[in-house]
Structure formats: C-alpha cells, structure tokens
C-alpha cells in the first residue's frame, strides 16, 4: 500500500519553483504569473489527509495548450501525407494548389467553390465534367480541389483510365475489389478520360468503373480533351453507355483560354535563347 499512497501523494501535491511563494490563502502560487498552482477541495472534503490539489496556473495552461497544439498539427500533418501518398498517382500533382495557382485560369473560381461547398456536393452527388483543349488547366483545377480536401483529411484519388486498366490486367482476381476500392474514395478523381486504348476489354472495364461509382452515389470529376458534342453523341453503344453514365453524374464546365503548356514552352525557350546570348557576349 505504501507505493499506492506514493503515488496518490505525488498526484495531489505539487513541485514549487524556485520563484513560486505561498499566498495569504495558504496556497502555492506561481512566481510568473502569480496564479494558484493549487485548489482546495471543496469544504470539508480531503484524499489522504490532505485538503489541496494541484491546478493549472496561466503559465501551466499555456505550455499545455501548446503542446497539444503542436501535437494536433503533427497528427494531421502525418494524416494528410498518408492521404497524398494513397490518393496521388503522381507525386507532381502535391504541387497543384490554389496557393500555387498563376491566376490564369478564368474556371479556376468554381475549384475553389467547389471545395468550400464541398459536404452540399457530397451530400447532393456533384460531380464535374472538365473538358477542353489541351492544355487549359483542367488537370490542374482538378488537383487544387483534390489538395484542398485532402488537407482537411477529406481521402480524395485522383488517377487515370491507363493506370487503373494496367492495375486490372495485372490482378484479374481482385477486379471487384479494386474497383471497390476506388469507389470508397469520398472523392474520386479520372484524369485525361478518353486517351486510353479504346479495345473490348478497355471499354467494358472503364464503364465498370464509372458505373461502380455511379452506383456508390459518390462525387465523381473527369477532365477530359474530348468536347461536349462528341461526348453527347458518340460513335457507337459501348461509348454511348459511358458517356450517358458520365453526363448524368457530372456537370460540364468549359475550358477555354491559352494553351498553359505551350506558353510555359516558349518561355522556356525565350528564356534558353537570353541566357545563351549572354554567354555568348561574354565570349
């Protein structure tokens, strides 16, 4: 019993400091911030003989507040990479954000309002449709709506048809549930639809997979380089099914402006041709 008491002692009395003092109350108080570091029981109530037990002074809180604090923000930190490493093909995509957006996008307001209303869009199934030409920043708006939930631990996969048929040829087994998988996603991100192979087999899996998703009842957005026509009047059933299945899970937004790739390769080579005349006059 005596290591049961030392213990119990050790919890109801408190360690002072070099700088705390003893207050008229009888209580210890702190040197700092002058606030109790002990309480008493309420009157005429002890543990073990003694009357008093330790408090949090201001000092005391802070410190604590702190720690978990920081302790909070490691765990969500940790939280959010397993959610980037799981739900990103491609560790690029960690880098589409709207910090890092250059403001050259006129669609990319409705990424941002998409994921501020992000629980109305889940709970009323809205989905997106990104089409364009290339090159407009549909994949990009896609990854700023993928990184934003993700950082408020929202699980999000983006990827792609060539990847998930590579997946589904490999393991035939476990088709139903890798396509199980992907539909667990709250989110779930196809990039660059309709620039896999168009076979038998390739269509049959990928309307699986969105009629997977459709059947979830869960938000699905596509970017694709295909129009708007062509998706709504395709060339034959097998295409027709998928299409129908997508235009009626998602609403279409239009890209239109400059080609950002091209524009980021001629200021590239504008770039190359400064730094190479300038060597040159150096020479």
């Known amino acids: 019993m005596s290591q049961f008491d030392d213990m119990v002692l050790n919890m109801t009395q408190t360690t002072p400091e070099p700088e705390d003092y ?24 002890s543990l073990f003989g003694r009357d008093r037990h330790p408090a949090e002074c201001d000092c005391q809180r802070a410190e604590r507040e702190k720690r978990e604090a920081a302790e ?10 397993r959610l980037k490493q799981r739900g990103f093909t491609n560790p690029a995509m960690r880098e589409w954000t709207f910090e890092n957006d250059n403001g050259k996008c006129p669609q990319m307001k409705h990424a941002r309002s998409y994921a501020e209303c992000w629980e109305q869009m889940k709970a009323e199934n809205i989905g997106l449709l990104l089409w364009g030409k290339v090159g407009t920043g549909k994949s990009y708006f896609a990854g700023c709506i993928a990184n934003a ?69 869960k938000p699905l957005i596509v970017t694709t380089n ?46 190359l041709k400064t730094l190479l005349n300038g060597k040159e006059s150096r020479l």
Not at 22 to 45: I, S
Not at 202 to 207: D, K, N, S, T
């Open 22 to 45: 003893t207050g008229e109350d009888g209580l210890l108080y702190c040197g700092k911030c002058r606030k109790p570091k002990e309480a008493y029981f309420p009157e005429g109530k």
């Open 72 to 81: 909070k923000r490691r765990t969500h930190l940790e939280a959010v990479e």
């Open 149 to 217: 939930l993700m950082e408020r631990e929202i699980a999000v996969c983006m990827t792609n048809f060539a990847l998930i048929l590579g997946d589904l040829a490999a393991s035939f087994k476990d088709r139903n549930e890798y396509i199980s998988r992907l539909c667990s996603f709250p989110l779930l991100i196809l990039d660059d639809f309709g620039m896999e192979r168009g076979t038998e087999y390739g269509l049959e899996q990928v309307y699986n997979v969105i009629d997977s998703r459709y059947r979830s009842n």
């Open 226 to 271: 295909l129009t708007l026509e062509e998706l709504q009047h395709p060339e034959d059933t097998a295409h027709a099914r998928i299409y129908d299945r997508l235009l009626e899970m998602c609403s279409p937004v239009r890209f239109t402006g400059e080609n950002f790739r091209k524009a980021t390769a001629q200021e590239k080579m504008k770039r």
